[in-house]
């Protein structure tokens, strides 16, 4: 912080009041708002010297080009740290929060979202006018390397995450036949790469544009799709149409081309983008845990379904194991707000050897029970092919009355905190049963929670068994 405190106070020229620090969020990166006594600046640490060096030069060049981005005011002799443009505290992304809950955008809100992609083909192409692309960090265009990278990202940290079965040939013959296609539209113009309502500041009403570091030489039809089908912004359809009505409008000084000709290229871009948002969701949520993303993985889903309601005859194999995906009940929880402000328990049965499941509410999970030291049925063959939902393997457990001594604590547990939580009116809470296999005693006890939660409080009880097909 000391090198930002530093590259402040040479700059304007006066002591600083204040620092206070951003909280993290998906970057890495560390962001600070900077009070003196006349000016504010937001500072920036971040260790990765070609990316600061990429924005930097990206800043200069969109400023100097008109372009409503924020200025780079002083770098560190390292590169390590730098100071920048305040642009406010007004995010597009929570501006329009009354239409991202609740699907029902309002005029205010829809103007706004139409203002900001109406800007868009100008930095597309304005923005590319003499940029020294080859500054672009990491890769100075959109080639058939970075869309092979993305399209692993998302076979590696989301598919593979989800434990779903499916043929690595068929799979890369359709990623493929996918970066064939989307390299037939490269074009001479600047791809912000995440353009998105998250990265859109207002200044006195107007967008200003941030996180551009990202970017590259590259299709137009990306950003359009990044934009349009962010997962969270939950945009209906109609105003799917519009905002790319309002695109094409805009776009028409710089390329002539009608809303058939779009479409048939644009499905392409808003798939491989898709893609490449669960794979970043897959590792920051799944593997990482952080809330956002996790809660963000049902919202791409159902965009996913949306998308592939036209099917994609060009890629036949990725197309039906996206369904699959898409339909997997470990990411059926949606907005937890659903449900007229009842309690939701999610209940599951798990086996330790797959890890805990994940919590898509954002909360951080609930209780985990070990039902480990309950004797199990999977040590003997006749129950092997067995789930705690037969009867066989019901009359097992409750032969020594062993499960039925613990569940009676776990309930007394359950009361409590389902009373508790409804008397402060919380939406969420979640109890998962893990064994070895996740097969049998667990199976067992959340089907017994369920029943015994759902008997006695007004309350959604969702109950999954994770590891059962």
């Not at 991202?100 to 979202?113: C, H, N």
């Not at 409008?249 to 000709?261: A, F, G, H, M, V």
């Not at 059926?332 to 328990?345: M, Y």
Request: net charge negative; with cysteine; charged share 25%.
């Amino acid at each position: 912080m000391r090198q930002i405190e530093k590259l402040f106070i040479d700059y304007f020229g006066e002591e600083i009041t204040t620092i206070r620090q951003f909280p993290s969020s998906g970057s890495n990166r560390n962001y600070f708002r900077i009070y003196g006594v006349n000016y504010t600046a937001i500072g920036v640490e971040w260790h990765n010297v070609e990316e600061n060096n990429a924005f930097c030069h990206l800043s200069k060049h969109f400023v100097s080009r008109g372009l409503s981005m924020p200025k780079v005011y002083s770098i560190s002799e390292d590169r390590c740290s730098y100071i920048q443009e305040d642009v406010g505290n007004e995010i597009l992304y929570d501006i329009v929060e009354h239409g991202r809950i609740s699907g029902q955008y309002s005029s205010e809100e829809v103007s706004l979202l139409k203002k900001t992609i109406a800007a868009l083909p100008k930095i597309q192409f304005e923005g590319a006018i003499g940029l020294d692309f080859s500054v672009c960090y990491p890769q100075p265009s959109f080639d058939k390397r970075m869309i092979e990278f993305d399209l692993n990202y998302f076979k590696y940290n989301f598919l593979k995450l989800t434990g779903l079965e499916f043929n690595e040939m068929r799979l890369q013959d359709d990623f493929d036949a996918l970066s064939n296609h989307l390299l037939r539209y490269d074009s001479n113009t600047f791809m912000y790469r995440d353009f998105q309502a998250r990265n859109v500041m207002l200044k006195d009403g107007e967008p200003y544009f941030i996180d551009f570091q990202g970017g590259r030489r590259g299709p137009i039809y990306y950003d359009v799709a990044s934009f349009v089908w962010q997962a969270k912004a939950n945009y209906p359809k109609k105003l799917k149409n519009e905002l790319i009505d309002t695109y094409i409008e805009s776009l028409k000084p710089y390329s002539d081309i009608t809303r058939n000709e779009f479409d048939a290229i644009f499905r392409h871009f808003v798939l491989f983008r898709t893609l490449q948002v669960l794979g970043a969701y897959g590792f920051r949520g799944l593997f990482e845990k952080k809330a956002h993303f996790l809660q963000s993985i049902p919202f791409a889903l159902a965009n996913l379904k949306e998308i592939l309601d036209t099917p994609f005859e060009e890629y036949p194999y990725l197309s039906e194991l996206l369904l699959k995906v898409a339909d997997m009940d470990r990411f059926s929880t949606g907005d937890i707000d659903s449900h007229d402000g009842k309690l939701i328990v999610e209940i599951y049965s798990f086996s330790y050897k797959r890890g805990f499941p994940d919590d898509f509410s954002g909360n951080g999970g609930g209780y985990v029970f070990d039902c480990r030291s309950i004797h199990n049925p999977g040590k003997y063959e006749q129950y092997r092919y067995l789930t705690g939902n037969d009867q066989p393997v019901i009359d097992f457990l409750e032969k020594d009355g062993e499960i039925l001594d613990f569940l009676e604590d776990v309930y007394k547990l359950a009361d409590r905190h389902v009373k508790r939580y409804i008397e402060r009116g919380f939406t969420h809470l979640m109890f998962c049963f893990g064994c070895t296999g996740g097969q049998h005693r667990s199976v067992y006890c959340a089907n017994h929670l369920a029943e015994y939660l759902s008997s006695r409080y007004d309350i959604v009880v969702k109950l999954t068994h994770r590891e059962l097909k």
